[in-house]
């Protein structure tokens, strides 16, 4: 059973810059996709960027597509997210998460972290 800690969120004026961090332990993380997904107020949870076991593949949501870059470092078991030019939509808690596959398969995360707190202002 693999654990997620994630870490970096906080609040940011709108146009600004957070790199959040995902730290895994339990098992390694470094033949499985990972992801970032993230739950605003009254709304459901929504995917936000996935990258494959290699880092060879990536995958994120229109609204992000440009702003967002994830990322990965096998060796440290750690999965970023950056997040430039942020916005007051983008508001959320942001979830890391564990595939049991090694390409991209939203439905397929099934291990989550607790969530960090990613607040931008206007």
């Known amino acids: 059973q693999v654990q997620l800690v994630e870490s970096g969120g906080g609040l940011v004026q709108a146009g600004g810059s957070l790199r959040l961090s995902c730290a895994a332990s339990?098992?390694?993380?470094?033949?499985?996709?990972m992801a970032w997904f993230r739950q605003a107020p009254g709304k459901e949870r929504e995917f936000v960027a996935g990258i494959s076991w290699t880092g060879s593949s990536t995958d994120y949501t229109d609204s992000v597509k440009g702003r967002f870059t994830i990322s990965r470092d096998n060796n440290k078991n750690t999965v970023f997210l950056q997040m430039n030019s942020l916005k007051p939509e983008d508001t959320a808690v942001y979830y890391c998460a564990a595939s049991g596959l090694r390409y991209i398969r939203v439905a397929e995360f099934r291990s989550w972290g607790q969530g960090t707190q990613v607040t931008g202002s206007s």
């Open positions: 339990g098992r390694t993380i470094s033949t499985y996709a």
